[in-house]
């Protein structure tokens, strides 16, 4: 099959958008599709252009930098580009990750030659609205807006994934003309046969400082506002208080709220036990899932969370909030807890049961590799691939070359 991505997000941005459109583009690859992600340019002058990552194609549309996350770049009207790309690769069909100006653009399009399109929706309006604190008092106004034109958005395609029930029960909310279009989850899915539970590797310790005596909380993904690292600090910090174990918390990852975290632990006093890593390639982050003993998301907003899905498969219980779709990743007494959103309190209590208790962190991260076993990679990719061939079968190509 000839299968066109379009990606407003892409490598090598990190966010779950960009991570999972690379994996699925070089697992498709791997297994003999020919493979064309539509990305926004990460160059600074913003212009477009062709290149390869891998085995598959990126053709990079003009962009301009997104002011509420840092190191992201948007194209805000790609039209004329897409239309070009999607003329020229004679895709079989088309998979949209996103409703930004990619996205828009390549529905357009494809929706204009008849070519079959798939849309996954990874996002709900607090990953934007969070980081907009001056929109709050609308915010409620604005999700509702938003998630409506999500919705319309997704109602152009001829069948709809997202990652968990969970993400689909938000979305179709007394809704009742999304069931009309298909609709199912699919995981995001991760290669489990790269996140193991075996031992770290030296170098991490030694290249980020992390203390080697030490038992180690750890969160993996991007520092902005929407993911309440905040919260997760200030638990940790009660956490010191309260145990004679040595601990320290790991911050892997880097965004617009950095320095804001930095500056609340040196305030709280708690610099010398918490390690900011910055941004980092993906290989480390492989070795950093193994550092890590226990696995902390404090996020509100995530419709499935690859980062905890690395870390289960690499042996840790996971602390969570209740909140987005972790429900469907972290049970309580069976792999970790589940705490309220924004109580610190709660996931202090949480994180020190398995700080204080060794044989419950094992128990607990056996578990969770169980978990995470039914996430495989190669399972969504299977998904995807009947997917494609369903809507392939429904539709004929009215491309411009093959109207002549």
Same mark, same amino acid.
């Given at each position: 099959?000839?299968?066109?991505?379009?990606?407003?997000?892409?490598?090598?941005?990190?966010?779950?958008?960009?991570?999972? +459109?690379?994996?699925?583009?070089?697992?498709?690859?791997?297994?003999?599709?020919?493979?064309?992600?539509?990305?926004?340019?990460?160059?600074?002058?913003?212009?477009?252009?062709?290149?390869?990552?891998?085995?598959?194609?990126?053709?990079?549309?003009?962009?301009?930098?997104?002011?509420?996350?840092?190191?992201?770049?948007?194209?805000?009207?790609?039209?004329? $580009?897409?239309?070009?790309?999607?003329?020229?690769?004679?895709?079989?069909?088309?998979?949209?990750?996103?409703?930004?100006?990619?996205?828009?653009?390549?529905?357009?399009?494809?929706?204009?030659?008849?070519?079959?399109?798939?849309?996954?929706?990874?996002?709900?309006?607090?990953?934007?609205?969070?980081?907009?604190?001056?929109?709050?008092?609308?915010?409620?106004?604005?999700?509702?807006?938003?998630?409506?034109?999500?919705?319309?958005?997704?109602?152009?395609?001829?069948?709809?994934?997202?990652?968990?029930?969970?993400?689909?029960?938000?979305?179709?909310?007394?809704?009742?003309?999304?069931?009309?279009?298909?609709?199912? @989850?699919?995981?995001?899915?991760?290669?489990?046969?790269?996140?193991?539970?075996?031992?770290? +590797?030296?170098?991490?310790?030694?290249?980020?400082?992390?203390?080697?005596?030490?038992?180690?909380?750890?969160?993996?993904?991007?520092?902005?506002?929407?993911?309440?690292?905040?919260?997760?600090?200030?638990?940790?910090?009660?956490?010191?208080?309260?145990?004679?174990?040595?601990?320290?918390?790991?911050?892997?990852?880097?965004?617009?709220?950095? $320095?804001?975290?930095?500056?609340?632990?040196?305030?709280?006093?708690?610099?010398?036990?918490?390690?900011?890593?910055?941004?980092?390639?993906?290989? $480390?982050?492989?070795?950093?899932?193994?550092?890590?003993?226990?696995?902390?998301?404090?996020? @509100?907003?995530?419709?499935?969370?690859?980062?905890?899905? $690395?870390?289960? +498969?690499?042996?840790?219980?996971?602390?969570?909030?209740?909140?987005?779709?972790?429900?469907?990743?972290?049970?309580?007494?069976?792999?970790?807890?589940?705490?309220?959103?924004?109580?610190?309190?709660?996931?202090?209590?949480?994180?020190?049961?398995?700080?204080?208790?060794?044989?419950?962190?094992?128990?607990?991260?056996?578990?969770?590799?169980?978990?995470?076993?039914?996430?495989?990679?190669?399972?969504?990719?299977?998904?995807?691939?009947?997917?494609?061939?369903?809507?392939?079968?429904?539709?004929?190509?009215?491309?411009?070359?093959?109207?002549?």
């Amino acid at each position: 099959m000839k299968i066109l991505i379009a990606a407003d997000l892409h490598w090598p941005t990190i966010n779950g958008v960009a991570v999972f +459109s690379r994996n699925l583009a070089k697992g498709l690859a791997d297994r003999g599709h020919e493979v064309l992600v539509i990305a926004p340019s990460q160059r600074r002058s913003g212009r477009g252009g062709e290149e390869t990552d891998g085995n598959y194609l990126i053709r990079r549309t003009m962009s301009v930098p997104f002011p509420l996350y840092q190191n992201f770049r948007i194209s805000v009207a790609p039209q004329r $580009e897409v239309k070009k790309i999607i003329e020229e690769f004679e895709p079989d069909v088309v998979h949209i990750q996103m409703l930004l100006g990619i996205g828009q653009a390549t529905m357009r399009y494809a929706q204009r030659y008849n070519i079959p399109v798939v849309t996954t929706n990874h996002a709900i309006p607090e990953n934007l609205l969070d980081n907009i604190r001056m929109l709050a008092p609308v915010s409620k106004q604005l999700s509702y807006l938003i998630t409506e034109y999500g919705a319309r958005f997704h109602k152009k395609a001829d069948f709809v994934t997202m990652p968990t029930q969970a993400a689909i029960d938000m979305l179709t909310n007394g809704r009742k003309d999304l069931p009309d279009v298909p609709i199912k @989850p699919v995981s995001n899915g991760i290669d489990l046969s790269r996140f193991q539970p075996t031992a770290p +590797s030296d170098a991490m310790y030694k290249k980020f400082s992390i203390p080697k005596d030490r038992l180690v909380i750890d969160y993996v993904g991007r520092l902005d506002s929407e993911k309440h690292i905040h919260v997760l600090i200030d638990a940790f910090n009660s956490v010191l208080k309260r145990t004679s174990k040595p601990v320290h918390l790991l911050i892997v990852g880097g965004g617009t709220d950095a $320095e804001r975290l930095e500056n609340h632990v040196y305030e709280l006093g708690i610099h010398e036990h918490v390690t900011f890593t910055g941004r980092v390639t993906d290989d $480390e982050i492989v070795e950093l899932h193994k550092v890590g003993d226990i696995f902390a998301m404090p996020s @509100p907003a995530e419709l499935q969370c690859i980062a905890a899905l $690395e870390a289960m +498969s690499s042996g840790k219980p996971v602390v969570a909030v209740n909140a987005g779709a972790l429900y469907e990743l972290c049970q309580t007494d069976r792999n970790g807890y589940l705490c309220e959103k924004d109580d610190d309190a709660g996931i202090a209590d949480a994180l020190l049961k398995l700080v204080e208790d060794d044989e419950l962190r094992t128990k607990f991260g056996l578990e969770s590799q169980k978990i995470a076993a039914t996430h495989d990679m190669n399972h969504t990719l299977d998904q995807f691939e009947e997917i494609y061939k369903q809507v392939i079968a429904t539709k004929t190509h009215l491309m411009p070359q093959r109207l002549l």
